[in-house]
């Protein structure tokens, strides 16, 4: 017989800002994805003042550099490798026409410090969500498992003494209802509240009913009450297993090809196993899902999560998070830089000479798109789908709020770029003489 443990207490829910503004837009929309989706946007509507501000701020930044780019790139020239004194005249003709470089780079850090500070935090929530949910549908199912095994089992129990009691004159109810079922009294629970409690029947017990006859079967063997006991739990186990499979059904968070947004879109089940349920407890921070895990039977999570696991062997997901994760990266650095370029081949080609971060772009197109792809990779779909979701979103807003500054600095880059085009003729009439 197995001893299967009652659920144990709940597991407290997240706290925090970015939780309480998940559960109020859960109130709304039912399916955790969309939450999710929403939240994204909600989240980058408000910071977006800032985006809009940052591009201002670039937009100026690029016209003086492109205005100043063939002074620069003669003082690049003249100073040769001596990096130090082409830096310091290069800030000195900053400082003459009038630009912060600092105030410039202040714009910069305080959008990328909230940046930050938004994506980690959020970051460590989910994975506190995920854990806490995991669990909860864990417990859940585990509930009905249990609920239902000891349901059956004592109709079983009473089916079977009823059946082979037939024509003996003696029932269920007058030879073992007490006994298994108590009195009503707190001394006398019953057999049954022992027998699916954490307590057990002591081995004094299980001797007793070993040695009680239950009834004589067709050969004419006696059979115990204890071995008409775990028959009728062994009978009751595909019924509780079915009740737990219809529970997970109703209760995992799937979306769109994703089985379970809170396992990674990966390989895996949508139903974690004891070792990654674990993982995501351990990686949450957070005591209470730790100790709640570690008090799990594993026998019974197995047990428990077998039907889930025989039923449904597919994937949670296809890696299509971490593809469009890394995809969307590259094309929004793709974009920003084009449209921070201008339109007249010649100041692109003056700002490239002037520029001393070349190479430092270069890496960047590369390390972020592959960042990303190791936190989807690493995360729960819920945190790969925040990822997605917020690539895109910047994206259109990044598009968005370019042509609003393009528009704005139309007449000042016309300006440019006839200063440039001057600066052009007066350098090819130099080189005629």
């Known amino acids: 017989m197995a001893n299967v443990a009652l659920l144990a207490s709940a597991v407290s829910a997240p706290t925090g800002l970015w939780p309480t503004i998940m559960n109020w837009i859960e109130s709304s929309v039912v399916n955790y994805g969309w939450v999710i989706i929403l939240f994204t946007l909600l989240i980058k509507a408000c910071l977006s003042p800032m985006d809009l501000l940052l591009k201002f701020s670039t937009k100026k930044t690029t016209l003086v550099q492109q205005k100043l780019a063939p002074q620069i790139a003669r003082i690049n020239k003249r100073c040769g490798d001596d990096k130090q ?30 940046t930050m500070v938004v994506f980690f935090t ?15 549908q864990y417990a859940q199912m585990e509930q009905a498992y249990v609920s239902t095994l000891q349901v059956k089992t004592k109709e079983n129990f009473i089916n079977l003494i009823n059946t082979n009691l037939e024509g003996t004159g003696k029932t269920y109810d007058s030879e073992f209802k ?4 108590g009195d009503g009294t707190e001394e006398n629970k019953g057999y049954f509240y022992y027998f699916f409690s954490t307590d057990g029947l002591s081995e004094e017990v299980v001797n007793n009913l070993k040695a ?23 009978a ?6 079915e009740s737990a499979s219809e529970v997970w059904k109703k209760v995992k968070d799937s979306w769109l090809w994703i089985g379970n947004i809170w396992v990674s879109d990966n390989y895996k089940s949508p ?20 100790s709640y895990v570690k008090s799990i039977d594993k026998e019974l999570y197995s047990v428990v999560t077998s039907s889930v696991h025989a039923k449904n062997s597919r994937w949670n997901g296809y890696y299509i998070l971490a ?13 920003t830089e084009r449209l921070q370029k201008s339109k007249n081949k010649k100041v692109n080609e003056l700002v490239a000479q002037s ?4 190479t430092a772009m270069k890496f960047m197109k590369i390390f972020l798109p592959l960042m990303m792809v190791i936190f989807v990779l690493t995360s729960s779909a819920s945190f790969g789908l925040y990822i997605v979701s917020s690539s895109l979103i910047s994206m259109l807003i990044s598009t968005l709020t370019s042509l609003i500054v393009n528009a704005c600095y139309k007449k000042k880059e016309e300006e440019v770029v006839a200063a440039l085009e001057r600066e052009a003729i007066k350098s090819m009439k130099k080189s005629k003489r």
Request: net charge negative; aromatic share 10%.
């Open 355 to 358: 520029n001393q971060q070349g």
């Open 236 to 241: 009751s186990t595909n019924d509780a297993a």
């Open 122 to 136: 959020l970051f460590a929530s989910l994975r506190e969500m995920s854990a806490y949910k995991a669990i909860n």
């Open 178 to 181: 007490t006994a298994f079922e």
């Open 271 to 290: 139903l974690p196993t004891y070792s990654d349920l674990k993982s995501m407890a351990n990686s949450s921070k957070n005591k209470e899902y730790k």
């Open 212 to 234: 009680t006859e239950a009834y004589i079967n067709g050969a004419g063997e006696s059979v115990s009450v204890y071995d008409v006991l775990e028959a009728a739990e062994t």
């Open 85 to 114: 004194q082409a830096q310091m005249q290069t800030q000195a003709l900053y400082k003459k026409e009038g630009f912060n470089v600092f105030g410039s780079c202040i714009v910069t850090l305080v959008n990328l410090v909230v």
């Open 323 to 335: 593809v469009l994760s890394a995809g969307l990266t590259f094309l929004s650095q793709w974009l």
